[in-house]
């Protein structure tokens, strides 16, 4: 059974860092076109950020510039670098690939 597993949240301060894991189990090939999405509470899941096929990315404007998507094909894995984070970014953040959602690794950013 293909299973995609988030890690890496956590609580910090404002402006300090965190890298989000997204790894897959399983029989999967790769993890191509990739997306990291987040859901405040009380708000909708939206789009943060995509690494295609080729390793393109795409990121949603409230995080260009603070946050970075990778890939590590051996690993399986992709992630999410975060810095500068904000109040704002709170959230539970998911990866979603191939039809696939991860179940989620909860992010608190607070003073």
């Known amino acids: 059974q293909v299973q995609l597993v988030e890690s890496g949240g956590g609580l910090v301060q404002p402006g300090e860092s965190l890298r989000l894991s997204c790894a897959a189990s399983?029989?999967?090939?790769?993890?191509?076109?990739t997306r990291w999405f987040r859901q405040a509470p009380g708000k909708q899941r939206e789009f943060v950020a995509i690494?295609?096929?080729?390793?393109?990315?795409n990121y949603a404007d409230s995080v260009k510039g603070r946050f970075t998507i990778s890939r590590d094909n051996a690993r399986k894995t992709v992630y999410l670098q975060m810095n500068n984070l904000k109040p704002e970014d709170t959230g539970v953040y998911y990866c979603?690939?191939?039809?696939?959602w991860g179940q989620g690794t909860p992010v608190t950013v607070s003073s």
């Open positions: 979603f690939s191939r039809t696939l």
């Open positions: 690494i295609d096929s080729v390793g393109e990315t």
């Open positions: 399983g029989s999967i090939g790769s993890l191509d076109n």
